[in-house]
């Protein structure tokens, strides 16, 4: 198989694709993945209300990392709302890797200009259940079998 969830340049390769698994993806809990949606009152972002999610990874406490979430470039410099969080004892930060790559086609190209130009990357186009359905469909392995298809807004077999 291929696909943008298969080892390959700028792609993770892990246990989800080789059947077998290191002994750093599994184990103890290691953090958190957050959805968080975007307060902001720019009339481009309100306009993707309920489409529009940061999906980032933390090792430490959520609402740390969501503090002063105004003055940080990576969300927007607007206030959140968290929507979602997922602690896993699979990787947390492939956890992301992995829905960052399966939603790229939906990824929101932004410049955000605090002093200087910064594109944040983490912020997706995406139905929030499609997100959650994602994440179990990591967790169990089954994605594989999948893709995003970000013109009909579906998860589709491959």
Same mark, same amino acid.
């Given at each position: 198989? !291929?696909?943008?969830?298969?080892?390959?340049?700028?792609h993770? /390769?892990?246990? @989800?694709?080789?059947? +077998?698994?290191?002994?750093?993806?599994?184990? =103890? &809990?290691?953090?958190? &993945?957050? %959805?968080?949606? !975007?307060? !902001?009152?720019?009339?481009?972002?309100?306009?993707?209300?309920?489409?529009?999610f940061? %999906?980032?990874?933390?090792?430490?406490? &959520?609402?740390?990392?969501?503090?002063?979430? =105004?003055?940080? *470039?990576?969300?927007?410099?607007?206030?959140? $709302?968290?929507?979602a969080?997922?602690?896993?004892?699979? /990787?947390?930060?492939?956890? +992301? $890797?992995?829905?960052?790559?399966?939603?790229?086609?939906a990824?929101?190209? %932004?410049?955000?200009?605090?002093?200087?130009?910064?594109?944040p990357? =983490?912020?997706?186009?995406? *139905? @929030?259940?499609?997100?959650? +359905?994602?994440?179990?469909? %990591?967790?169990?392995? /089954?994605? &594989?079998?999948?893709?995003?298809?970000?013109v /009909?807004?579906?998860?589709? *077999?491959?």
């Amino acid at each position: 198989m !291929s696909g943008p969830l298969f080892a390959g340049a700028g792609h993770v /390769s892990g246990p @989800l694709f080789t059947g +077998e698994a290191p002994g750093d993806e599994f184990g =103890e &809990v290691k953090g958190t &993945v957050y %959805i968080v949606e !975007s307060l !902001s009152g720019d009339p481009n972002i309100v306009a993707l209300k309920g489409r529009l999610f940061k %999906i980032g990874f933390t090792t430490r406490d &959520v609402n740390k990392r969501l503090a002063d979430v =105004e003055k940080d *470039p990576t969300f927007l410099c607007a206030p959140v $709302q968290l929507r979602a969080t997922f602690e896993t004892n699979f /990787s947390p930060k492939k956890l +992301e $890797q992995l829905l960052h790559q399966f939603f790229a086609h939906a990824n929101l190209q %932004i410049d955000v200009v605090l002093g200087r130009h910064v594109q944040p990357k =983490e912020w997706f186009v995406v *139905p @929030l259940d499609l997100v959650e +359905e994602t994440v179990r469909r %990591i967790l169990d392995r /089954s994605i &594989v079998d999948y893709r995003y298809d970000a013109v /009909s807004r579906k998860i589709l *077999p491959r």
